[in-house]
């Protein structure tokens, strides 16, 4: 019989792994502080040559981003009443005035809830078809696993048209129940192939134990099986709420106005004489927040999620 020893790690050895992760971490983290300060530069300051590291903080991109304005003549603004609120100071500071708000909160409310809702029916149909495939015996059953799959190889560009003529056929073109049907068949392939490798790996006699114990199928599918994967629900929620929440291509040809959501509205952000980069920059980091907040509620879930049903015992 052969031994193996597990030989500790050189103090270099460790240096070097640990700078590797610093600088990774670096390199992945950097561009995201770079769109978080860029949201509290002024225009002047975001399209600064060199950049400017060391700027004075302005909360005019968030402002610019929640309002519409309408430049107006030293004149007519001297006419005006004195500012009501520190908003409006720093409208007027760039001789305009507030006409109203912006369409960035709707745009925001349609990707919640696009993404979520979505997210929800990918999860509940993904758990009750990856079930079937573990514990029944389907015919064909591994070709119908191939074109389930199959159906997330295909590039967006490759099924835009049809999908478009399809939709503006049945008068689902700028809704939300479209572009969450749309997302959810898009997203379901990924959640039965997770969550099947997860449930094969639940032991097939605690749901015998229970049916003996006079539980009928659906009961031991909801009250013992479920609870044991429910790990691999929120890793699959992760990633199907994250492809919704970023998804662009779909989101440009099919939302225009009601449904639209916040990638594609958010590069059309315009300022004076161009693009209003901290603007853009605070409705991006905005933005990122709300999938921010669900990756850290279910983080414990994330690792084992997506490990536990790949190696077979």
């Known amino acids: ?68 304005r309408t430049r107006v003549t030293p004149e007519q603004l001297e006419a005006l009443p004195p500012p009501a609120t520190w908003y409006e100071e720093i409208v007027r500071d760039r001789d305009m005035v507030i006409a109203g708000p912006s369409r960035y909160g709707e745009r925001f409310l349609n990707s919640v809830i696009i993404g979520f809702g979505s997210t929800f029916l990918s999860v509940f149909l993904g758990t009750l078809a990856a079930y079937a495939f573990s514990r029944f015996k389907i015919p064909l059953k591994d070709d119908l696993l191939f074109f389930i799959l199959s159906t997330r190889m295909m590039p967006p560009i490759a099924v835009a048209i049809p999908i478009f003529l399809m939709f503006r056929t049945l008068g689902l073109s700028d809704t939300h129940l479209g572009m969450i049907l749309l997302y959810t068949a898009v997203n379901i392939s990924l959640a039965v192939w997770l969550l099947k490798g997860f449930i094969d790996e639940i032991p097939r006699e605690y749901e015998e134990a229970a049916l003996i114990d006079g539980y009928t199928r659906f009961q031991a599918f909801y009250k013992v ?89």
Not at 43 to 66: C, H, Q, R, T, W
Not at 242 to 252: G, K, L
Not at 289 to 296: A, C, Q
């Open 1 to 68: 019989m052969s031994s193996y020893s597990i030989t500790e790690p050189s103090p270099r050895q460790k240096w070097a792994a640990g700078t590797l992760v610093i600088a990774y971490a670096v390199i992945t983290l950097l561009p995201l502080v770079w769109i978080l300060t860029t949201g509290f530069k002024s225009p002047v300051d975001a399209i600064a040559y060199p950049p400017k590291i060391v700027f004075e903080p302005s909360l005019e991109g968030y402002v610019n981003l929640f309002t519409t």
């Open 225 to 313: 099986v479920l609870p044991q994967a429910a790990t691999g629900i929120a890793s699959t929620a992760i990633f199907c709420l994250i492809f919704s929440w970023n998804e662009y291509a779909f989101a440009v040809l099919l939302t225009s106005g009601t449904a639209q959501t916040a990638p594609p509205f958010i590069p059309t952000i315009i300022g004076v004489g161009g693009q209003d980069w901290p603007a853009v920059a605070a409705g991006a980091t905005l933005f990122l927040v709300p999938v921010m907040v669900f990756t850290i509620l279910l983080r414990k879930h994330l690792l084992r999620g997506i490990t536990f049903g790949a190696v077979r015992k």
